[in-house]
């Protein structure tokens, strides 16, 4: 362990498997107060006691959310903000992609949900404590398929018309790069960033939540041609700790550098129409 981290709080979302487990113990092993958020209880508890056994930091807690559920995420803000006076790191991380559509317990299609109205919710209610933090840094994990999507689906987020498991899903991690757009122009004079990344073909549990082909396709090509884990999480990493990107904001990172993201990921009225809606779909909170 070494103490680049020392002193600083990280909130990593999806922490208990894939790129998030690895930026959490990464983090970890930089000397930070680490908090993890998964939705199973088990798996948290195992996650913990791994990430201390390796790195050394028992600094490392984690907290149970199911993050596509609203009520959850609030509450998972509340005991956040009622344990840690000061949140340095927030990575936004916890994903997923749904071959068929699903529908949240509170009536929203699953990837929507889970993928932008998460980053959006969490990071909204974590902000005053963030700000009172600064310097601060918001990441947001998002993803080259954002490329796939040429614009955000302002009368139908939750595809009712015509769903494809793709197509949301690359919906969503426009988004997420749309969020950090406006989230970095809200935070302009704050010392807070925000950033958002794609990590790469990862091998990690993505996909494995489907069934049949999508499943199957999915391990065989991590097999074939993704990058590992560790390699996987080391954007996240570089754009929660490096002195190298203290003050760059608002910025699309690959394999650790600021690369352009697609045209429709650069639409500022787009991110500012999509602020305005993730804060009406999230109202009731
Ligand atoms: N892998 C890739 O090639 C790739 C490429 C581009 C972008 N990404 C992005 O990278 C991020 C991390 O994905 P990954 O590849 O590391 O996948 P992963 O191994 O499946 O990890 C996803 C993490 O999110 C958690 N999670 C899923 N649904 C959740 C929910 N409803 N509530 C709380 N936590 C939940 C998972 O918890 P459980 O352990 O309980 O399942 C797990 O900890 C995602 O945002 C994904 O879109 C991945």
């Known amino acids: 362990m070494n103490t680049q981290m020392a002193g600083k709080t990280c909130i990593v979302t ?11 113990q990464v983090l970890a092993n930089m000397g930070a107060t680490v908090v993890g958020v998964g939705r ?5 508890s195992e996650t913990a006691t791994r990430i201390k056994a390796a790195t050394g930091n028992q600094a490392v807690e984690f907290l149970i959310a199911d993050l596509s559920v609203q009520a959850q995420v609030c509450k998972l803000a509340d005991e956040i903000k009622s344990k840690y006076a000061r949140i340095d790191v927030l990575v936004n991380n916890a994903g997923g992609y749904f071959a068929t559509r699903q529908m949240t317990s509170e009536g929203i299609e699953m990837t929507w ?16 404590v963030i700000k009172k933090s600064a310097p601060a840094r918001i990441v947001n994990v998002s993803s080259g398929a954002h490329v796939g999507a040429r ?3 302002f009368d139908d987020t939750g595809f009712a018309g015509k769903y494809s498991g793709w197509s949301t ?3 969503s991690k426009l988004a997420n790069v749309l969020f950090t757009v406006e989230l970095s122009r809200r935070l302009e004079g704050t010392g807070v960033t925000a950033n958002a990344l794609h990590p790469g073909f990862v091998a990690t549990g993505f996909g494995a939540n489907n ?3 999508m499943r199957v396709g999915m391990k065989i090509m991590q097999r074939i041609m993704a990058r590992s884990p560790e390699k996987g999480a080391e954007t996240s990493i570089y754009l929660a700790s ?10 699309y990172f690959d394999n650790k550098r600021a690369v352009t993201s697609s045209a429709a990921a650069q639409d500022a009225d787009a991110a500012k129409r999509l602020w305005a809606l993730s804060k009406e779909q999230t109202k009731m909170k």
């Open 169 to 171: 899903y690359s919906h």
């Open 113 to 128: 949900a889970l993928n932008h109205l998460n980053y959006f919710l969490l990071t909204d209610l974590l902000l005053d």
């Open 151 to 153: 614009g955000i689906n």
């Open 14 to 24: 999806g922490a208990t498997n894939g790129i998030g487990e690895m930026t959490a």
């Open 211 to 213: 069934s049949g082909v």
């Open 40 to 44: 199973n209880r088990a798996k948290c």
């Open 242 to 251: 490096s002195p190298e990107v203290e003050g760059v904001t608002g910025k």
